[in-house]
């Protein structure tokens, strides 16, 4: 699937379209099908966001997981510092990022 | 350390006024994105993996408690509680909001600190000797010239639409200890036979994905003459750097397509002009600045003698103290290279802790290296023994300097949105493979730098031995690198072979660490026995 | 194209730039116009009779048009140098301090945000092709 991410202009955080609005957890996040390029170009002139892309994504039994390395650990956090993670109190979020 | 004047005051807070401003444009709709970025990069403000990411200026590496105070209250206030110090001799946080970023500055600027110019395509943050106005070999201390340099660059109205980054060092030393050629201006403050001062000026250096050593340019400005002729180098980049292909945009490229003896017919050229524009200070300006740089009052007659008698305390002063050139004092060298830690990071309790020490026992001054550690340069050795207890007490005492763990990293992949691989956990298992610190004191000096990409922040290219994160359809990959060295010298490491998996780099890193225990002679460091036999023999360990 | 911004007291120069390899060719053009890259310093010869020099921007970001700038006022160009294309905001301060004195903006600036960026900088840490005096001279005046 694909799906649309973008930072917060304001606060810098990682955001995922939902298909209504801006969420900063991935497994909210929308297949984006033809809606992409209004979309996109609507939220960076409402400077909703800095600037947003695509991203190769699949479902899984654990929620959206991005097809590439660096998109899993834009999703979760970095991976040496688990208390700085997007749920730092759930001991398996972001498991599935190596 | 300099102190700020009302001039140079203002001038800070008229930036944070002016990017106030461009923010609010910004959040007004009045700039776009791509209008904005150059701004807020010359603030220092990028976008990171996970969030904006702040790099504040420390000045050719050089702060006071008071500042450290103030980087340990912005972890605090803005942040998520750390810093990182990085291999340009400042500091990055990595939770930035860009609506707070105006307010950091503001607080940044009531201490004479801020984020000019730490990044966009401008002249960036002068870097210097860690040891400056401490070790007895320099010919003088290069900080005066370093921020005579950094007014001049400071809002310099030609030079802030470069075609790329532009980043000086300045050394007073044989030995170099601030990467000096590796630079796009690398600059040695040395003395004439009429021991007269002058620049020796560099250029062309640089590492990144080309990395090269930078040829001499001219072996003897007149100091009266350093700003004039660093004017003539940046205007011949100006004009001529290379503005159709980011990767190929910098100096060094410049240098290498004109070729050294063309570029310095060029410079020479554009030097007999500028020379009548008098565009340097006259000398009253320098003997200003180097008054702030006077040795502090340091006392006579003090012992050498130190207590040994605790074995860990002894570990560490002859590993982390650097001989200083007034009797009875040290230089001494925190690391923030844990075993299993990130390289670099510091809590804000930490730096605050530092900043404590430094007030307490090193007339209240530190410095940052760009290897990433943190120095108390002026301490009695009667209070090493004093300040180890405290170090040790906060996880900052580990006895590595210059050791195969005293890492240097870029954040990588877990932060930086350029990087190809991770560098930090990398880091982290080297580091606990060989934290046996017996074992790292018979491997004697090794210097092992990690880039998460061909970037390079993590100076991989001038590491003895340097490993370059890669992206091998998806996955991570890691490439060995051997014999390069950031000193003087100078050389870049060259490749052994195909790369390998986060376990296999450890292993290969092992490997190598064997063959150089296998064939060193007397007195050679793993870099020495690599020149002296080749990259063969380390070959034929990891390929069979 | 927007108005232009002039900080010239004389008329405006009526006689359309010609570029730079047209004018090397003429013998009788006053004004003439350089893009990003030009060498600026090919006009040497011929400033005195120069009235107007238009430097192109095609990018904000291309910043060679600072150095063409600075370098025709060191070598004496008293007429009109107007910096003409992606001319913003936050670059026309330091456009003023290379010696333009006049700005062609492709989109108009904002009159207030013009006058505030103008006014900004009440000293400035290096000589340049203006003839304000950098802080290290008031330090030692």
């Known amino acids: ?98 | 350390m300099y102190k700020y004047d009302t001039y140079d005051q203002q001038m800070v807070d008229t930036r944070v006024a002016e990017f106030r401003d461009q923010v609010e444009r910004r959040l007004a709709g009045k700039l776009t994105e791509d209008q904005f970025k150059p701004l807020r990069l010359m603030n220092g403000l990028y976008l990171q993996l996970h969030a904006y990411m702040l790099r504040v200026a420390v000045p050719y590496g050089t702060l006071n408690s008071e500042q450290m105070r103030m980087l340990a209250h912005i972890a605090r206030k803005y942040d998520r509680d750390y810093g990182h110090f990085t291999t340009r001799q400042n500091i990055q946080y990595n939770w930035i909001k860009l609506e707070d970023a105006p307010d950091i500055l503001a607080d940044l600027a009531t201490v004479e600190m801020h984020a000019i110019q730490t990044s966009g395509n401008c002249i960036r943050n002068i870097s210097s000797d860690q040891y400056a106005g401490a070790a007895a070999d320099e010919v003088v201390d290069p900080r005066p010239y370093a921020e005579l340099l950094r007014q001049w660059s400071s809002f310099h109205p030609e030079f802030s639409f470069l075609p790329r980054k532009f980043k000086f060092a300045v050394i007073a030393a044989d030995e170099d200890r601030a990467a000096m050629r590796l630079h796009d201006i690398g600059i040695q403050i040395v003395k004439n036979d009429a021991g007269e001062i002058g620049a020796r000026y560099y250029a062309g250096g640089g590492m990144g994905r080309t990395p090269m050593i930078a040829p001499l340019i001219r072996d003897f400005v007149p100091i009266a003459e350093l700003i004039g002729y660093a004017e003539a180098i940046l205007r011949v980049y100006n004009r001529y750097g290379r503005r159709d292909n980011k990767y190929k945009a910098r100096i060094k490229i410049l240098v290498h397509e004109m070729g050294a003896e063309q570029f310095i017919a060029e410079v020479e050229e554009e030097y007999k002009h500028i020379e009548g524009l008098n565009l340097d200070a006259p000398a009253a300006e320098l003997e200003r600045i180097v008054a702030h740089f006077a040795d502090p009052a340091f006392a006579d007659g003090l012992s050498d003698e130190i207590d040994r008698s605790d074995p860990d305390f002894a570990v560490w002063l002859d590993q982390n103290t650097h001989p200083h050139k007034q009797p009875g004092y040290a230089i001494a060298v925190i690391s923030l290279k844990p075993t299993g830690g990130i390289p670099g990071d510091a809590s804000s309790a930490q730096i605050d802790l530092m900043a404590d020490l430094a007030e307490q026992y090193s007339f209240d001054e530190l410095r940052v290296t760009h290897a990433q550690n943190i120095v108390l340069p002026h301490v009695k050795k009667a209070d090493l023994y004093a300040i180890w207890q405290t170090l040790d007490a906060a996880g900052l005492a580990t006895p590595n300097l210059d050791l195969i763990s005293d890492i240097i990293a870029c954040p990588g992949l877990d932060y930086c949105s350029l990087a190809n691989a991770r560098s930090i956990p990398v880091a982290q298992k080297i580091a606990k493979r060989f934290a046996d610190i017996d074992r790292q004191k018979e491997l004697g000096e090794l210097k092992l730098k990690i880039s998460g990409c061909i970037n390079a922040c993590g100076h991989h290219h001038a590491g003895h031995i340097g490993i370059l994160g890669v992206d091998r359809k998806g996955t991570e990959n890691y490439q060995l690198l051997l014999g390069g060295s950031g000193a003087e010298d100078v050389s870049l490491a060259k490749i052994t072979g195909p790369g390998f998996d986060e376990d296999g780099i450890i292993d290969a890193v092992e490997k190598v660490t064997d063959v150089y225990l296998g064939a060193r002679e007397e007195g050679e460091r793993f870099v020495d026995t690599y020149r002296r036999v080749g990259i063969d023999p380390f070959k034929e360990a990891l390929y069979g | 194209m927007a108005d232009i911004l002039r900080f010239r007291d004389d008329e405006a120069h009526e006689e359309p730039a010609v570029t730079l390899d047209a004018f090397l060719d003429q013998s009788n053009a006053t004004a003439v116009r350089l893009e990003d890259g030009e060498d600026a310093r090919k006009l040497i010869p011929y400033l005195d009779r120069l009235a107007l020099i238009e430097i192109g921007f095609s990018a904000f970001g291309d910043g060679r048009g600072y150095s063409a700038a600075r370098i025709l006022r060191e070598h004496g160009y008293t007429g009109e140098l107007r910096a003409q294309g992606d001319v913003l905001i936050d670059q026309i301060a330091f456009m003023r301090r290379c010696g333009f004195d006049s700005l062609a903006p492709e989109k108009p600036l904002d009159p207030a945000d013009a006058e505030n960026a103008l006014a900004r900088w009440d000293a400035v840490y290096q000589k340049a092709a203006d003839d304000r005096q950098p802080i290290w001279a008031k330090r030692h005046a």
């Not at chain 1, 939902?18 to 984006?32: I, K, L, P, Q, Y």
């Open chain 1, 1 to 98: 699937m694909n799906i649309l991410t973008g930072n917060d202009l304001k606060t810098g955080d990682v955001v995922w379209w939902t298909g209504e609005a801006w969420s900063r957890h991935v497994s909210d996040a929308a297949e984006m099908g033809e809606t992409a390029p209004d979309v996109m170009a609507r939220e960076i002139a409402a400077r909703a966001v800095s600037d947003c892309y695509l991203v190769d994504a699949e479902r899984t039994a654990d929620g959206i997981l991005p097809a590439h390395i660096k998109e899993k650990i834009r999703a979760t956090g970095p991976t040496v510092r688990p208390d700085l993670k997007l749920a730092p109190a759930d001991p398996a979020a972001g498991n599935w990022v190596i």
